[in-house]
Nanobody, 120 residues
């Protein structure tokens, strides 16, 4: 599975950005997709995830009410709409896919990352 991200950039606090991630390859094996982020000197953290089958969504407490994850019609693309951005949202955002297939079992795939910078 290959993940290609787009979006990101520089925005002022209170602004909005939208990230996109398209999956290619053995997408039939994807169980869930989501967004993680990593700020300088910090560990990578989950931001939002969505399951491929049922569309169940989960959000980090820090982004609830501000960020929305959604899927494209083909379910191979996800989006992250980020509103009311804060300087503490500044990080590299990574698209993630979790797959389950025989004989590989569970596997994780990552996009190349896209920088989001929120100025105060």
């Amino acid at each position: 599975v290959q993940l290609v991200e787009s979006g990101g950039g520089l925005v002022q606090a209170g602004g909005s950005l939208r990230l996109s991630c398209a999956a290619f390859g053995s997408t039939f094996s994807i169980n869930a997709m989501g967004w993680y982020r990593q700020a300088p000197g910090k560990q990578r953290e989950s931001v939002a995830t969505v399951t491929r089958a049922g569309g169940s969504m989960n959000y980090a407490e820090s982004v609830k009410g501000r960020f929305t994850i959604s899927r494209g019609d083909a379910k191979d693309t996800i989006y992250l709409q980020m509103n009311s951005l804060k300087p503490e949202d500044t990080a590299v955002y990574f698209c993630h896919a979790e797959t389950l297939s025989d004989p590989y079992g569970w596997r994780d795939y990552w996009g190349q990352g896209t920088q989001v910078t929120v100025s105060s």
